[in-house]
Each structure stands twice: as C-alpha cells, then as structure tokens.
T-cell receptor
C-alpha cells in the first residue's frame, strides 16, 4: 500500500497562473480532504469530499476548486494563483464515519506563488 | 463549534527529561481527540487518539495523553525525551458521533537539547 500520495512535491507559479494538485489514495477510503499549512496557523481545511462525486467547502475555500470524479483521487485546483496561496498543501483520507475520524495524510506539496 | 488551543508554540527539553505538550479544547458535544506528529518535510502521522473508554491513552514512541473532561484538556506526555522526538506536534478535535472534520491547533515545535 502506498497510502496517500501527492503530486507534485514542489511547484513554483507566477501570479495568475493555474495548476492542479493531485491526491491519490489506495485504501478505498470514502472521505478525502485538502488542507493548507501556514506557519503559526496549523492546518486549515480548504475543501473535503464524503464520497465519489461529492465535494464541500471547508474553512478557507476561496480561490480553490476541487473535484472527486474517482473515489481514489481528489484534485485541488487553483485557477488564478495569488501570493497568498503560497503554502504547504496536505491531502488526507479517512475510511468512513465508523473509523473514529482518524485521517491519514500525504507527504505534502510545497507551493510558492511569485 | 469546536476549537483547539495549544499552549506554547515552541518547547525545548533536555534529552532524558519529561516532555509535556499542552492542549485544551472546546466542543459543544463529546469530543474525539487526537495528537499528530510531523517530522521535518513530512506529512502528519497519528500518535494517539481518544474516542471513548479509558481516559489515559497510549500511543506510539512512548507517548501518552490523558483526557480530562473537567479541565477540557488533552495534554501529551513522554517520561524521557529522545533526540528523535524533535518534531512539530498538533492536537486536533472532532465531534463524537459523526462530524467529518478535524479542527487542528496551531502546533508546538519540540526541540530536544543534547
């Protein structure tokens, strides 16, 4: 099992460019999450999905879009990147509601927007 | 609404000394509580969790935490610090009974002094 993987590991964008971050999990988990991590602010939830074809907004959704076309993949898109989106992005997955909310995390994507 | 407060963004202890990382939570319903550890340039890894039952929970690497409802606390301890414990630690809370989301504290960076 690879667990949760994220692509790419690093990326540098210019303001206004777009990109998509890919999260994949091979554990057949129902729930998937995208977080951003900024110094002194912990992890903040951007968007999440409770199953294939569903998405919902988290705490800081503005400027991001997501899609969950396949159960194993959760994509995070930035349509027009801004310097405020410079951050480390983590994806996580969770089996279902019966698993006491334990989330499994990917290794992260470090994004810099110039 | 739920929230987490971690007292002390940086904690330094000598190798072999007691580690104590503080976490207080706020939740309108019985909580599930978690401690995650993040080693440099890696994703988050679950250390331990409290869901129901025994209030003293043991985790990996010799860490344990005690749920104290009266104090709304879930402090993390380890009797004897090791150099390999140097990392950032995050406390998190979710609501028992099915809330899909975790709320994280802002993290505590633990430094071990040789």
């Amino acid at each position: 099992n690879a667990g949760v993987t994220q692509t790419p590991k690093f990326r540098v964008l210019k303001t206004g460019q777009s990109m998509t971050l890919l999260c994949a999990q091979d554990m057949n988990h129902e729930y998937m999450y995208w977080y951003r991590q900024d110094p002194g602010m912990g992890l903040r939830l951007i968007h999440y999905s409770v199953g294939e074809g569903t998405t919902a907004k988290g705490e800081v959704p503005d400027g991001y879009n997501v899609s969950r076309l396949k159960k194993q993949n959760f994509l995070l898109g930035l349509e027009s990147a801004a310097p405020s989106q410079t951050s480390v992005y983590f994806c996580a997955s969770r089996e279902d509601l019966s698993s006491y909310n334990e989330q499994f995390f990917g290794p992260g994507t470090r994004l810099t927007v110039l | 609404a739920q929230s987490v407060t971690q007292l002390g963004s940086h904690v330094s202890v000598s190798e072999g000394a007691l580690v104590l990382l503080r976490c207080n939570y706020s939740s309108s319903v019985p909580p599930y509580l978690f401690w995650y550890v993040q080693y440099p340039n890696q994703g988050l890894q679950l250390l331990l969790k409290y869901t129901t039952g025994a209030t003293l929970v043991k985790g990996i690497n010799g860490f344990e935490a005690e749920f104290k409802k009266s104090e709304t606390s879930f402090h993390l301890t380890k009797p004897s610090a090791h150099m390999s414990d140097a990392a950032e630690y995050f406390c998190a809370v979710s609501e028992a009974g099915g809330n899909e989301k975790l709320t994280f504290g802002t993290g505590t960076r633990l430094t071990i002094i040789p």
